[in-house]
Structures are given as C-alpha cells and as structure tokens.
T-cell receptor
Framework: EDQVTQSPEALRLQEGESSSLNCSYT??????LFWYRQDPGKGPEFLFT???AGEEKEKERLKATLTKKESFLHITAPKPEDSATYLC????????????FGTGTRLTVIP | NAGVTQTPKFQVLKTGQSMTLQCAQD?????MYWYRQDPGMGLRLIYY???????DKGEVPNGYNVSRLNKREFSLRLESAAPSQTSVYFC???????????????FGPGTRLLVL
C-alpha cells in the first residue's frame, strides 16, 4: 500500500536558522514525488517535482532532494514569509494518476 | 489566467440536503481531480477525470458523484449530505501528459463545507 510519512509534524525556527523537513515514502514504483506549500485557508501551491533518486531542485531558499526511500526539503536561512504547511505527495507508476499525500509539516519562522 | 477556480468558497448544509461544488480551469488541462482535506489526514482523492468524457473513482468516492461537463469544468455533487462530509474540498487539474513530464497538479482555493 502506498504510504507517505512526513516529519516533524510541526517545526519552529528562528529567522535564519536552517533546517530540513523529511518525507518518507513507500510506493509501488515511483512515478514522481511532489512538494507543495499550503498557506492557511488556501489551496496547495506547487513547489517541486522529483523523478529519480539523486535528483535535486532549488527555488530561492528551498532545496528538494530525493533518495529511493525519502525526500528532504532543505530550508536555508528561512524568513517569516516561509511560514506555511509543506506537503509531500507521491504518484505511483500504476493505477490512478492521483497524488498520495502526507499530512504535512507546519513550519513557523519566528522573526 | 485565473488557474483553477472553485465555487462556492464556503457552504453550510443540513443533513440530507444536496449541493454541487463547481470547479473550472483555464489552463486547457486534460485531467481534473477532486480531493478532500481533513484535519490530521492527507488530501484524499474522491474522483478524477483523466480526460473529457471519462470519470473514475478515487480513494473515498462514497456519497459523491461527479460530472465532467466539458474540458474546463468538473463538478462534485453531494446528493444527501452527512456530517462526515464536513471537510475542505479541493479541485485540481493537470496536463495529463506524463510521458512529456507534464503531470503536475495545480490546485484551486478550496470550498469549505460544514454539514450540520
């Protein structure tokens, strides 16, 4: 059964304090792993897609990496505007084209 | 481009009432999806439409029906609402062209539904 586990559930950082969010996954053949950002009361906003182990993608202070069992979202020198819930999702090679989501990591960056 | 739009933004229903949630996208995407998001749980797929004219069940389809009205619009209907359907509903769309690496799903702002 496809499964996505994100940790930690919540993370509080001081502005400028770098850290990483983890997404562990079990899927019957990975088609792609997706990272989204979700602000309160809003829909998920696409950040990255990773397709194969070893792949890395960057956007401003965010960098996503992928191994065969997990993905990390590294946040370098975060700012208060990076506060949000970060969602990880996987898509399997077989079955429906839907995304299977984790429950997210709620990030708070304190000025 | 507005992207994915959803109406209404918020709705309160009584048990047994029916309603239709509307979704439209202006990105010329082939595939559309309906998810629900509940506290402590990840987004879960209710129904999806891989292309115009087709619909399929997702993980939690019971109590819902869908209609792919045309390429732009995908509606979700609750025939007889139940308190367990209190949730936030998100519509998403994608190109549906995985071979071209175009499978990213883009989400709407959500509809918050409360069933009393």
């Amino acid at each position: 059964e496809d499964q996505v586990t994100q940790s930690p559930e919540a993370l509080r950082l001081q502005e400028g304090e770098s850290s990483s969010l983890n997404c562990s996954y079990t899927v019957s053949g990975l088609r792609g792993l997706f990272w989204y950002r979700q602000d309160p009361g809003k829909g998920p906003e696409f950040l990255f897609t990773l397709y194969s182990a070893g792949e890395e993608k960057e956007k401003e202070r965010l960098k996503a990496t992928l191994t065969k069992k997990e993905s990390f979202l590294h946040i370098t020198a975060p700012k208060p505007e990076d506060s949000a819930t970060y969602l990880c999702a996987v898509q399997a090679r077989t079955g429906a084209n839907n995304l299977f989501f984790g429950t997210g990591t709620r990030l708070t960056v304190i000025p | 481009n507005a992207g994915v739009t959803q109406t209404p933004k918020f709705q309160v229903l009584k048990t047994g009432q029916s309603m239709t949630l509307q979704c439209a996208q202006d990105m010329n995407h082939n595939s559309m999806y309906w998810y629900r998001q509940d506290p402590g749980m990840g987004l879960r797929l209710i129904y999806y439409s891989a292309s115009e004219g087709t619909t399929d069940k997702g993980e939690v389809p019971n109590g819902y029906n869908v209609s792919r009205l045309n390429k732009r619009e995908f509606s979700l209907r609750l025939e007889s609402a139940a308190p367990s359907q209190t949730s936030v509903y998100f519509c998403a769309s994608s190109e549906g062209l995985w071979a071209q690496g175009l499978e990213t799903q883009y989400f709407g702002p959500g509809t918050r539904l409360l069933v009393l």
